[in-house]
């Protein structure tokens, strides 16, 4: 059974940093692709940022030059590192495993007041 446990959200001021990490377990992690997603109230739910199995990134306009992806595949982990947050960074981030199909975690709320 595929399980994502997100942790490292928070609320926080705008131009801080927030690091969240994702841990898996029940694949085997280095085969996947790993990617965060959010979700703002009232807004569809964004892809914010993926990391592939050889290690390729990609990141959403919104994001670029401020988030980093990256991946332990020893810890199974993936990692998002958010720099000069925005009050429009606010959301529910959410991990997903992607193969052959998307797995969720359950979500951590990042806030960013002004």
């Known amino acids: 059974q595929v399980q994502l446990g997100e942790s490292g959200g928070g609320s926080v001021q705008a131009g801080d940093s927030l690091r969240l990490s994702c841990a898996a377990s029940?694949?085997?992690?280095?085969?996947?692709?790993m990617a965060w997603y959010r979700q703002a109230p009232g807004k569809q739910r964004e892809l914010v940022a993926i990391i592939t199995s050889a290690g390729s990134t990609n990141y959403a306009d919104s994001v670029k030059g401020r988030f980093t992806i990256s991946r332990d595949n020893a810890k199974n982990t993936v990692f998002l590192q958010m720099d000069n947050l925005k009050p429009d960074d606010t959301a529910v981030y959410y991990c997903?495993?992607?193969?052959?199909?998307?797995?969720w975690g359950q979500g951590t709320q990042v806030t960013v007041s002004s």
């Open positions: 029940g694949i085997i992690f280095n085969i996947y692709a």
């Open positions: 997903a495993a992607q193969r052959l199909r998307t797995t």
